[in-house]
């Protein structure tokens, strides 16, 4: 019986050995590859402010004229656009922007912000679209009864307008 048992042990240590060996692997030397990516990011974005005409009164301010539309390009298509407004910065609960006469400041009217348009809360004081297009446009339309009192002048605002790649 003691023979059996150390054959038996012998037996299954060589069979071991043998399951291994039938397992084992071999490589190759290896070879190179370069994996790139041109990775480019609008370069040019260029904005365009087109007028509905050439003035308006108080009353059309009143009533809500559109006064004109906004059209930001760039020349390569990006993931989406914004804007900021950086006389008066866009807060979650802006709901319009201010255009202030060029003379005294004290006197303006207001636009509805655009519609949609939403507030980036990554990166606050400004507002986003998505739009996969080399441009796009918005009506800026006057805050109805935003013009009491309205004296006669120039009103304007800046908005600082460019693109996003996510």
């Known amino acids: 019986m003691k023979k059996n048992l150390i054959a038996l042990t012998v037996f299954c240590a060589l ?3 043998g399951i291994t060996a039938a397992h084992a692997s071999t490589y190759s030397e290896g070879a190179s590859v370069e ?3 041109n ?5 040019t974005v260029s904005a365009q402010f087109s007028p509905a005409a ?3 009164s108080p009353g059309d301010i009143n009533n809500g004229v559109t006064i004109g539309t906004v059209t930001i390009s760039a020349d390569e ?4 656009w914004w804007f900021s407004v950086p006389s ?7 709901t319009s922007i201010k255009v202030r006469a060029v003379e005294d400041k004290d006197d303006w009217f207001s636009v509805d912000m655009p519609k949609g348009w939403e507030f980036s809360t990554d990166n606050g004081g ?9 441009s ?3 009506d800026v339309k006057a805050t109805t009864s935003t013009g009491y009192n309205l004296k006669p002048g120039k009103y304007s605002v800046v908005l600082s307008a460019g693109t996003y790649i996510s």
């Open 15 to 17: 069979g071991g050995m």
């Open 35 to 37: 994996v790139s990516a």
């Open 39 to 43: 990775i480019v990011n609008p370069t």
């Open 54 to 56: 050439d003035h308006f």
């Open 77 to 80: 298509t990006p993931t989406g």
């Open 88 to 94: 008066d910065p866009i807060t979650k609960d802006t």
């Open 126 to 134: 400004i507002m986003w679209r998505s739009a996969s297009a080399s």
């Open 136 to 138: 796009v446009s918005f």
